[in-house]
């Protein structure tokens, strides 16, 4: 299997753009999260799907943040519109049970 | 408000010696607990876990413990060597339900 993965890997776009940001998760797995990792926060949970229903999105921190799962492979979280200090790495990870796979990452830049 | 805390954002430590990461909780709920590995331009790699009903987990050179009662866990790595050198990422959980709860990420150094 490829693993977790994520596209497009690094994003640089302007304040007031859309972004979208793309994940596929491992195949079989039926959860699937959006993290958003920064210097002074860490590795936060935005959002979280269980068979393709989103479960938790407490952690989402705007209304210009959306995340969907139209199916079992597929995954977008959009920010619309775009501010610099959405400036992070983004990460999609995968699970079947307690473990979750990472994927490599999105790093996007506001500017 | 940080329910997993990782105070030392930095560690250095010398080849063949032992490296010790520390991780604070808060909630009393949490029962799941993981650290994870990343290198850069990567994700984060599971490394080891343990469940509340153990007070140690060995796997390798690595070894988490767990206090209960200080809501406190450690990970230990002997002998360390310099391809540990990462972050590490302690994460929580109620098994209830599938969310972890990361902490900021301790960068560790091993020299050489």
């Known amino acids: 299997d490829a693993g977790v993965i994520q596209s497009p890997r690094h994003e640089v776009t302007e304040m007031g753009q859309e972004v979208t940001l793309r994940c596929k998760p491992i195949?079989?797995?039926?959860?699937l999260f959006w993290y958003r990792q920064t210097m002074m926060r860490g590795l936060e949970l935005l959002i979280y799907?269980?068979?393709?229903?989103?479960?938790?999105d407490s952690g989402m921190p705007e209304d210009r943040f959306s995340a969907k799962m139209p199916n079992a492979s597929f995954s977008t979280l959009k920010i619309q519109p775009s501010e610099p200090r959405d400036s992070a790495v983004y990460f999609c990870?995968?699970?079947?049970?307690?473990?979750?796979?990472f994927g490599p990452g999105t790093r996007l830049t506001v500017l | 408000d940080q329910q997993v805390k990782q105070n030392s954002p930095s560690l250095s430590v010398q080849e063949g010696r032992i490296s010790i990461l520390n991780c604070d909780y808060t909630?009393?709920?949490?029962?799941?607990f993981l650290w994870y590995k990343k290198y850069p331009a990567e994700g984060p790699t599971f490394l080891i876990s343990?469940?509340?009903?153990?007070d140690k987990n060995e796997d390798g050179r690595f070894t988490v413990f767990l206090n209960k009662s200080a809501k406190h866990l450690s990970l230990h790595i002997v002998p360390s060597q310099p391809g540990d050198s990462a972050v590490y990422f302690c994460?929580?959980?109620?098994?209830?339900?599938?969310?972890?709860?990361f902490g900021t990420g301790t960068r560790l150094k091993v020299l050489a």
């Open positions: 990870a995968s699970a079947r049970g307690n473990e979750q796979f």
């Open positions: 195949s079989g797995h039926n959860s």
């Open positions: 799907f269980n068979n393709n229903v989103p479960i938790d």
């Open positions: 909630n009393s709920m949490f029962d799941y």
């Open positions: 343990i469940s509340s009903i153990k």
């Open positions: 994460a929580a959980s109620d098994s209830g339900t599938y969310k972890y709860i």
